[in-house]
């Protein structure tokens, strides 16, 4: 054991830092990665080496050297770090020896090694292994990596737990028929369309708690916006005084993630020209009941819909906000209750209004959240009104009969978030492999 950990060590030793190139100019490197791009050019050649984060430049004036890379070949170089200004990190690597792991075998399908890929969305995703290869297409995921990192931190300094609930169950947490069912040994299951329930549970247990996991929903939407099996970042928080709070969390957790970005992120912010809000959201918060006035007031557009929005409507808010206000975030709160699931609490002082909210990022609705209703009789009676089966949600109901603390919560789809930030016109392109009513494979 002591000699494979001294040999581990040992190999941990020759790789180097990269995103640090600098600091090992003028001494023999060594490092993994797979050859991005040969450009030849007299008497040298230009490879461009793909490592897990970052392209390399490297040099190499052997012919010999030379003829054992091919681009993709997955190698190990040696090298003398040199300085080189305008090399992208500000060195660049002399190569002097090459281990070659393993050579294509068959032509790369579409040009991925190139800025940006010219090729359709679909051919894109068609291709998603190798696209994915793309410094472009591959920073997309890097970027929502370090969104995560700033969630999950800040939401550990608030005191939240993070848990993992079951994908599997046998009732949906939103209702309705768009579910997917499976068969589990014979009895019906679905598969979940939200963890509201257990994060609901488990606010009985830990106060505070929050998840990061797949969704599913079985609608047949065919647009830009909707994906049938999405990142879910959820939490909910026990102990509140009103949905406000939850609000709240949320402004200090997409702060905590920006700032995450500027701090960890700022290759892959370079790399895809993203500008990022900038200092503290100050989000605008307006009723549904406003939201729909100012639309009309300044449009003249009459609302088709009373009790919701549709996706122009959202968009036609946002431009107004930050045409006024100079946001691009704002809050929209206290939805009908017709469209509210039957665990959110209803306004005391205005029946018919529920204590929730949405969250809107330039035009795109990105989170749902709000007041949940902790006590038994009120929940049952709310079910009851809708005409729901009790019984069959007794799993859910047994933290009510026995005791739970005033509580709310929200969902945040993650591959929405990042394709606004991001400025794309189609969420799959924020989707590592992205599920829609089409597309099943890769």
Partial sequence: MNIIKEVK??????????????????????LHGSIYKIRKMS????VILRTARYTVQCVCDSPGLLSLLQEESCVELEAEVVQEERARLGAELHVTAVKVYSTPAAQMPIVMNQKTIAASLENKLDWRPLTL?????????????????????YLWQEGFTEIHSPKIVHAGAEGGANIFKLDYFGREAYLAQSPQFYKQMMVGVF?????????????????????????????????????????????????AALDMLKKEYDYELALLQVNLPHGSLHIPVLKFSEAKALIRSKTGREPVESHDFQPEEEKLLSEIILKETGSEFVFVTHYPAGKRPFYVMEDPAHPGETLSFDLLFKGLEITTGGQRIHDYDMQVGKMKARGMDVEAFRSFLMMHEHGMPPHGGLGLGLERFTSRLLGFDNVREAGLFPRDIHRLEP
Avoid: C
Wanted: no cysteine; hydrophobic share 35%; aromatic share 12%.
């Fill in 9 to 30: 060590a040992a190999e941990r030793e020759k790789e180097i830092h990269v995103n640090n190139l600098r600091a090992y100019i003028g001494k023999q490197v060594t």
């Fill in 133 to 153: 290869r793309n410094e472009k297409e591959r920073a997309v995921f890097k970027i929502q990596e370090g969104i995560l990192r700033g969630f999950r931190e």
């Fill in 207 to 255: 106060g505070r708690v929050y998840e990061v996991g797949p969704v599913f929903r079985a609608e047949k939407h065919d647009t830009n916006r909707h994906l049938n099996e999405y990142t879910g970042v959820d939490f909910e928080m026990g102990y509140i005084e009103d949905f406000q709070e939850v609000m709240e969390i949320e402004v200090g957790m997409l702060e």
């Fill in 43 to 46: 008497g040298f050649s230009f």
